[in-house]
């Protein structure tokens, strides 16, 4: 009875083999940064607060936190200026351009704030990855050694966990 039930266990776990290497093979997690710049038109300005609200070309409105204030007190209601957000991720890979699901454990944020995205390029040299998330739209994200993600090819799903830091710089536009 052992010999036969110890046979069922080593044949699911050949039949099993091809599965996990394969999953072995997609990239661990890895650690990356998302940049977004836009110009716009400064609305308010609360120097106090560090807080800036700016119009965009097609009037959009957003307000930001500045966390570096080198440039603040140049900023003027009225003024141009140049919005730098910056923020940390983990990228994980959940599935494989061929359908294979990933086995390793998903890195998760502090604020639950994560996107789910299709890999649409990679620049190898540059680390630089375009993800396409289920709204259609299309981020980049740098990774920060691009060596983790040789593995990483078109067609990918991954799941981008963000960081609750966000890093903001505004500039006057010249």
Do not use: C, W, Y
Request: hydrophobic share 45%; no cysteine.
């Amino acid at each position: 009875m052992k010999v036969k039930v110890l046979g069922v266990i080593v044949g699911a776990l050949i039949a099993a083999a091809p599965l996990v290497s394969s999953a072995a093979s997609l990239p661990a997690p890895f650690e990356g940064s998302s940049t977004l710049q836009a110009d716009g038109v400064v609305k308010s300005v609360d120097q106090a607060n560090h807080s800036v609200t700016v119009l965009d070309a097609r009037g959009g409105e957003a307000s930001f936190t500045i966390t570096d204030t080198r440039n603040l007190s140049q900023i003027k209601q009225g003024g141009k200026v140049h919005v730098r957000m910056m923020r940390n991720a983990v990228i994980s890979v959940t599935q494989g351009a061929n359908g294979q699901a990933a086995a390793a454990q998903i890195a998760q944020s502090n604020t639950g704030q994560s996107v789910s995205a299709l890999v649409e390029s990679v620049d190898h040299v540059s680390g630089i990855m375009a993800l396409k998330g289920a709204n259609g739209s299309v981020f980049h994200i740098q990774g920060r050694d691009p060596a983790k993600i040789t593995g990483l090819t078109p067609g990918m799903q991954v799941v981008v966990a963000f960081a609750p830091q966000v890093s903001v710089a505004v500039a006057p536009v010249q």
